[in-house]
C-alpha cells in the first residue's frame, strides 16, 4: 500500500510540474499579489514592515487556493477518480497522497519564495528564520484542508471559487498561528506567544493531516457515487 | 410616553435594531410561507396534469421504475 | 396497529422517516408552533421595552441586548441543528435528515446577521465605532461566511441526493472547525488587547433582565422551529415537483 502511495504522489508530482500550471502559477500569483500591497497602502517602509508577516501570510493563503481545483477535477473528468476510488488504495489514502502533491508542488514553493517576497516589504531580516518556519509547519494544514473544499466541489464545473469560498474560514486558525509564529500580529507585546503560536500552528497542522483525508474522501464519495 | 421613544438618547440605535428585528424575522417567515404556498401548488398542478392522462400514465409506470 | 410507546426509539425514529407521516404531523403541529411563537415574542417584547429597566451602565441601550443576545444564541442553535441533521444524515441515513439541516441554514444565517447588526448597533453608543474585531463579533462573522458557503453549496450542486450529501460532509467539518476557529480568533483577540476585556454584554446581567431574556430567547426559539417545519414541507413539496418534472420529460 505505501508503494502505491508513493506512485500516486509521483504521478501527481510530475503532472503537476510537467503540465507547467501549477507551482509556477501560483509563485507568481504570491509575486504579484505582493507587488500590488505597496501600491495599495504606499511605499511607507515602517508600515510595510509592521504588516509584512501578516501580508505575507495572507497572499500566501490566496496563492494557495489558487490551485486547488487541479487537486480532484482533472481526474474525476477524464475518469482516473472512478478508477482511483475502486482500486486498492483506500480513498482517504488517495486523498492524503494528493494533498501532499499539492503541498510538494505548491506549498513548499510558496515557501520558498516569501523570504524573497518579504524584502519587497521591507520585512525584518531576523524574522526571515521564524517566518519560513512557521510557513512550513503551516502550509500543510492548507494543502490537506484544502483538498476537502476540492472534494466538495469535484462535481462543479469551474467550482474553484466555490471551493475557496468555503475552505478560507478553515484557514483562518492557520492564519492567526501563522502570523503570531512568524512574529507578527501583536505577538512581540506578549512574552512567549511566538512560541505557543507555533505550537498551535503545529497541531493545527497535525489536525489537518487527519481530518483533511477523511473529510475528503467523504465528500468524494458523496459526490460521486 | 417621549421618554420611552427618546430612549434616553440612544433612540437611533434602540429603533432600528427592533425594526431591522422585526425586518429580518417577518422577511424570512414570509419567504418560507411563500414559498410552501408555491411548491404546494405545483405540486397540485403537476398531479392533476398525470392525471387527467390516465393512459399516458400507465404507460409510462408500466415498466417498473 | 402498535401504539407509539410500544415501539422502541428507533422504530419511532424510522415511523417519522416517512414524509408522507411528516407531513401529516408537522400539518397538526404548525398552527399550535405558530400561535405560541407569537405569543412568546409578544410577551417578551412588552417586557424588553417596558418591564426591563434602564441598565445602570448602559442606559436603555441595554434594550438592545434581548434582540441581540438571543440572536447569538440561534445562531449557534440554528448551526448546531444542521450539524446534528448532518450526522444523522450521513451516519443513519435518515431520509429526512438532510432536508432538516438544509431548511434550518438560512434561519441560522439571518439571526446570524442580525446579531451581527445588533451588535453593530449596540458597539456603536458603548465604543464609539461601527465595528470592533473583538472574539464574539468577529467569530459570528466567520459563522456567517459559514452559513452562506453551506447554502452555496447545496445552490450549485443540482441532484438533491448528492448535494445533501456533499452539505452534510461540510456542515461537519464546519462543526469541528467551530471550536478551533473561535479559539484562534479569541486567542488572537487577547494578543491585541491584553488589559481590557471587552464584552459586549456587560460584566453581569441582573436578575430582573433575565426574565425578558428568557422569554425572547424562548420565542426565538420557538420562531426557528416553526419556520424549520414550514422549510422542511416546501422542501419535500420541491423535491416532489423535480421528480413530477423529471418523470413528465421521460415521457
Known amino acids: ?122 520585512l525584518d531580516t531576523e524574522d526571515f528564520g521564524p517566518l519560513v518556519l512557521a510557513m512550513l509547519v503551516g502550509t500543510p494544514a492548507l494543502s490537506f484542508l484544502g483538498g476537502i473544499g476540492a472534494a466538495l466541489t469535484v462535481s462543479i464545473r469551474r467550482g474553484g471559487l466555490l471551493a475557496s469560498l468555503l475552505v478560507i474560514p478553515f484557514y483562518i486558525p492557520v492564519l492567526i498561528f501563522g502570523v503570531g509564529a512568524a512574529g507578527g500580529g501583536g505577538v512581540s507585546a506578549v512574552p512567549g506567544a511566538g512560541g505557543q503560536s507555533l505550537l498551535l500552528l503545529g497541531a493545527v497542522s497535525l489536525v489537518s493531516l487527519v481530518l483533511g483525508p477523511v473529510a475528503s474522501a467523504a465528500a468524494l464519495r458523496a459526490n460521486l457515487r | 410616553m417621549q421618554n420611552f421613544f427618546a430612549m434616553g438618547g440612544y433612540a437611533a440605535f434602540v429603533w432600528p435594531c427592533y425594526a431591522i428585528a422585526a425586518l429580518v424575522m417577518a422577511g424570512i417567515a414570509i419567504q418560507s410561507v411563500m414559498d410552501f404556498r408555491a411548491q404546494q401548488r405545483l405540486v397540485r398542478e403537476l398531479d392533476k396534469g398525470k392525471a387527467a392522462r390516465p393512459r399516458a400514465a400507465a404507460r409510462e409506470a408500466g415498466p417498473d421504475r | 396497529m402498535t401504539a407509539m410507546s410500544d415501539l422502541t426509539a428507533s422504530q419511532r425514529l424510522q415511523a417519522f422517516a416517512n414524509p408522507a407521516r411528516f407531513m401529516a404531523l408537522s400539518d397538526r403541529l404548525l398552527p399550535a408552533c405558530a400561535v405560541v411563537t407569537c405569543l412568546l415574542l409578544a410577551a417578551g417584547l412588552y417586557l424588553s421595552l417596558f418591564v426591563s429597566p434602564a441598565d445602570y451602565q448602559q442606559g436603555e441601550t441595554v434594550r438592545i441586548m434581548y434582540i441581540h443576545v438571543p440572536s447569538a444564541w440561534l445562531a449557534m442553535f440554528g448551526y448546531m441543528v444542521m450539524a446534528g441533521a448532518s450526522a444523522v444524515a450521513l451516519v443513519f441515513r435518515h431520509p429526512l435528515a438532510d432536508i432538516a439541516a438544509k431548511s434550518a441554514a438560512p434561519i441560522g444565517a439571518a439571526f446570524t ?119 422542511m414541507r416546501a422542501e419535500i413539496f420541491r423535491r416532489r415537483v423535480r421528480v413530477l418534472r423529471l418523470a413528465r420529460t421521460e415521457r
Do not use: C
Open chain 1, 1 to 122: 500500500m505505501m508503494r502505491a502511495f508513493h506512485m500516486l504522489v509521483a504521478r501527481d508530482t510530475r503532472l503537476a510540474i510537467r503540465v507547467g500550471g501549477g507551482a509556477g502559477m501560483a509563485v507568481f500569483f504570491f509575486l504579484t499579489v505582493v507587488s500590488i500591497v505597496p501600491l495599495g497602502i504606499g511605499p511607507n517602509l515602517k508600515l510595510l514592515a509592521s504588516i509584512a508577516p501578516g501580508m505575507l501570510w495572507v497572499a500566501l493563503l490566496l496563492s494557495a487556493l489558487l490551485t486547488l481545483d487541479r487537486l480532484f477535477q482533472a481526474d474525476y473528468e477524464d475518469g482516473s477518480l472512478d478508477l482511483l476510488m475502486t482500486g486498492a488504495l483506500p480513498l482517504e489514502f488517495v486523498a492524503a497522497a494528493k494533498a501532499f502533491s499539492h503541498w510538494l508542488t505548491t506549498g513548499l514553493p510558496l515557501v520558498v519564495a516569501a523570504p524573497l517576497l518579504g524584502l519587497l516589504l521591507n
Open chain 3, 113 to 231: 446577521f442580525l446579531a451581527l447588526v445588533t451588535g453593530s448597533l449596540w458597539g456603536r453608543p458603548m465604543w464609539g465605532t461601527w465595528w470592533v474585531w473583538d472574539a464574539r463579533l468577529t467569530s459570528m462573522l466567520i459563522l456567517f461566511f459559514l452559513y452562506l458557503g453551506y447554502m452555496a453549496l447545496w445552490a450549485t450542486i443540482e441532484e438533491p441526493v448528492r448535494a445533501g450529501r456533499a452539505a452534510a460532509v461540510l456542515a461537519l467539518v464546519g462543526s469541528i472547525n467551530v471550536p478551533i476557529i473561535h479559539y484562534s480568533v479569541v486567542w488572537w483577540n487577547t494578543l491585541h488587547q491584553p488589559a481590557s476585556v471587552f464584552r459586549i454584554d456587560g460584566p453581569a446581567i441582573a436578575s430582573s433582565m433575565l426574565m425578558p431574556l428568557g422569554v425572547m430567547a424562548l420565542g426565538f426559539t420557538l420562531f426557528f422551529v416553526t419556520l424549520l417545519l414550514v422549510r
